[in-house]
Structure formats: structure tokens, C-alpha cells
């Protein structure tokens, strides 16, 4: 029997974060104009244990309570706010880290930034694509003992408060996209210099920024993840888990959309009715409706797979974790932009007033399509595994070829 039931345990968890979550809702267009989650916020999320450590391997410093646990967090607090969840202590760093990083690397990473509730960043996107290779712009040059990195990495999330940052790099040019080395940097280090907010559609609770990298020295031991397919797989893997919570979190603005607009079109009336018993809107409800029920069921049953897959790994529980999760990524980030649109429309000209949050999930929901993993490379990750090609990273990485993401 398939059973989509949360524990005990879970509900437990998922209650609390709701509450947390209510209790920001009076103040989500206050984060939205000052464009950061207050630091007071983000100490509270962390001493509930909120974030990224959630689903991250004891043996790797996290609680070890899978990514099942995560998604469905996640998704509640993605219900009152989708930008909060970006801010949370870690960040999507600590996914990195605990992808790329071997055991005792992580171990050693990992608190620096978790034990104090901090931050990190990963810079992964860069803003052009380079003209005259494969591969990124920013180059790691092989020195005595380390290396030197130049180059400017653009679309960082949390950069500005980041603590550490994971640097990807071009470490051999010849080899294109097989030549990528990843680095753990200090954002204090000499050479490291962080731009200031880049203003965006949506998610305005957390802040994008470039990351200018102007001869940062790095020891040998820094670089983590290996190279060539070794690299490729890790980096996937972490996209593919990011990419996840990304769909949790569509799921949640989805779920908030339907509940708001189904209040609205109960309590609108026209020619004597309210609104949503007309054929038309009862329908698109219905649509909606449907739309999250099958991003839910997705997102979590991909968690499962990751979960399973760590319990006992395999290239084959490898393959389908990834499977699972391009489908719940892509069909997730398309239901979160039908859903706020619908909202919108439904909504009528009151859809465009700030004083509703239906034209703030709108915005939220397309933002959402462009962080970690894209819709299409999403379909691009299905199609190559269903093909059984192999997993290029110019095709299966988020690439400034096909389109920048935000990390």
C-alpha cells in the first residue's frame, strides 16, 4: 500500500511551522519593501531548527530527518511567504556542501556556518555566457598549494550575509563544462567584494547580488567535489534536491492562491450569486485545484526516492531520485505560475491592488521559475535520462547558455 500520510512526528513539525509562518504573515509586504527577512526572524527559524540541516546526514552535521521532512516544511512555510524560505540559516550552501564535500569535509564546513545559525551562498550563475569556449567565465588558476580565482559570479542569493561562499570556477578551459572545479571561499577573504541588491520581480524577502572574485587565493584543500562526471553528478544531485524544495515551495504558493481566491469568489457576488458558482470560475477553481494535488503528490514522492536512495544507495535509486524530481520540478514551477495567474484574474482589477497578495504570488511564482532548476531543464534532465544519454553538464547543469538561474 502506498501511503501519503505524514508521521506523527511530521504533522507535529508542519503545525509549528504554520504557526511560525502566521505569525509573519502581518508582516510579509514589511519584508518585501526592506527586501531581507529581519535577523530577528531568521534567529527564531534557527533555533526551531528550521533550514537546510533539516534533511542533511547526522554524519554530515545535519538532523538526519530526510528530505521527505523538508519538503513538507518547506511547503507550510512557502504557504504564508515563499521568500522567507530562501532566507533560512544555511542556505542552499549546506545542500552543497553536503553533496559535494566528502564525510570529513563537510564536517568540517558545515558548522561554521550552521552552529551559529549563519549563512551561506553558492555561486553558480554567472550572467553571460562565454563567446569564445564552453564553460564559465570565472577561472580558477592552479598555483603553488591552491589556487587563484577571478571572474564574476552574478544572481547569488544571500550573498550579503553569506559567511562562506561555494565558488564554481573554470579549472581547465580545454575540457568546456567537463573542467569545472568548486571551491569553498571565505567572504571575508582579500579579493572577495559582494555588489549590492539586484531588484527583482518576486521573492523581494531575500536579496540577489554579484559576486566579484578579484585574485582570491584558495588552498588545495578548499576545492571540493573532484572533477569531470564525479563533479557533474554531485552538482546535479544538489540541484536536483534544491530544485525540489524550490517545487515544496511552489506547492505552497499554490496552495495559498486556491485558498484566496476560493474566499474571494464565495464572498464576491454578481447578478444576485457570488461569483465562483458561475461555470467558468467553478472550473478554473477546479483546474487549480487539481493542479495542486498532483505538484503535492509529486514533490513528496520524489523526496521519497531521495530518501530510499540514501538509506541505500544505488545507480539505479540514483536515477530514479533524479527522475522523479525533474517531473515534481517541472510541473510544479508551471502549476505555482497558473495558480497566481488564475488568482489574478479571478480576482478581477482588485487582482492588481497591492492591497490583495494575489499580485504578489504572481510575482513570487514566476521568480520561482527561475531559481536552482528551470522547468525546461527539468524536461531536459527527464528526457536525457528516459533517452539513457549521458549526463552532459552543458545539457543537464543550469547553464548561462540556457538560462540563469538564481542560487
Excluded at 578579484?214 to 530544485?243: C, H, I, N, P, Y
Aim: hydrophobic share 45%; glycine share 10%; net charge negative.
Amino acid at each position: 500500500m502506498i501511503d501519503f500520510q505524514p508521521t506523527e512526528e511530521q504533522l507535529l513539525m508542519i503545525r509549528a511551522v504554520s504557526q511560525f509562518a502566521a505569525g509573519l504573515r502581518p508582516n510579509i509586504r514589511e519584508f518585501e519593501h526592506a527586501r531581507e527577512v529581519p535577523l530577528a526572524v531568521l534567529a527564531e527559524a534557527a533555533a526551531m531548527g528550521l533550514g537546510p540541516a533539516i534533511h542533511i546526514a547526522a554524519s554530515h552535521g545535519g538532523a538526519g530527518l530526510g528530505l521527505v521532512t523538508a519538503v513538507l516544511l518547506e511547503e507550510a512555510l512557502a504557504e504564508v511567504d515563499a521568500g522567507v524560505a530562501f532566507g533560512l540559516p544555511g542556505g542552499s550552501f549546506a545542500t552543497a556542501v553536503a553533496e559535494l564535500c566528502t564525510g570529513e569535509q563537510a564536517a568540517a564546513w558545515l558548522p561554521k556556518v550552521l552552529d551559529a545559525g549563519g549563512m551561506g551562498a553558492v555561486c553558480f550563475s554567472e550572467s553571460k555566457p562565454s563567446r569564445e569556449r564552453p564553460g564559465f567565465l570565472t577561472e580558477a588558476t592552479p598555483v603553488d598549494g591552491g589556487f587563484v580565482l577571478r571572474g564574476e559570479k552574478a544572481f547569488v542569493l544571500n550573498a550579503d550575509r553569506a559567511s562562506h561562499l561555494l565558488v564554481f570556477a573554470q579549472v581547465d578551459a580545454s575540457k568546456g563544462w567537463d573542467g569545472l572545479g568548486a571551491f569553498i571561499v571565505d567572504a571575508k577573504a582579500e579579493g572577495v567584494r559582494v555588489g549590492p541588491a539586484v531588484p527583482t520581480l518576486g521573492l523581494n524577502a531575500v536579496r540577489s547580488c554579484t559576486v566579484q572574485l578579484d585574485g582570491v587565493r584558495v588552498t588545495a584543500e578548499a576545492r571540493v567535489g573532484g572533477s569531470g562526471q564525479e563533479l557533474t553528478r554531485a552538482t546535479l544531485r544538489f540541484f536536483a534536491k534544491e530544485g525540489l524544495k524550490n517545487a515544496a515551495r511552489s506547492v505552497g504558493l499554490c496552495q495559498s492562491a486556491l485558498t484566496t481566491s476560493l474566499e474571494y469568489v464565495s464572498n464576491r457576488k454578481a447578478f444576485g450569486k457570488p461569483i465562483g458558482h458561475f461555470q467558468a470560475i467553478a472550473f478554473t477553481l477546479a483546474d487549480r485545484s487539481m493542479d495542486v494535488d498532483a505538484a503535492r503528490t509529486l514533490t513528496w514522492q520524489a523526496a521519497a526516492r531521495w530518501d530510499q536512495h540514501e538509506a541505500k544507495p544505488t545507480s539505479r535509486s540514483e536515477k530514479e531520485a533524479l527522475l522523479a524530481s525533474a517531473f515534481a520540478i517541472s510541473f510544479a514551477l508551471e502549476a505555482a505560475m497558473k495558480a497566481g495567474d488564475c488568482a489574478v484574474q479571478l480576482h478581477g482589477g482588485a487582482g492588481f491592488i497591492r492591497d490583495y497578495i494575489v499580485e504578489k504570488l504572481m510575482r513570487d511564482a514566476k521568480q520561482l521559475q527561475v531559481c536552482f532548476l528551470t522547468a525546461e531543464q527539468a524536461d531536459q534532465i527527464a528526457a536525457t535520462l528516459e533517452l539513457g544519454l549521458p549526463l552532459d553538464p552543458a545539457v543537464v547543469l543550469p547553464t548561462p547558455e540556457t538560462q540563469s538561474v538564481f542560487t
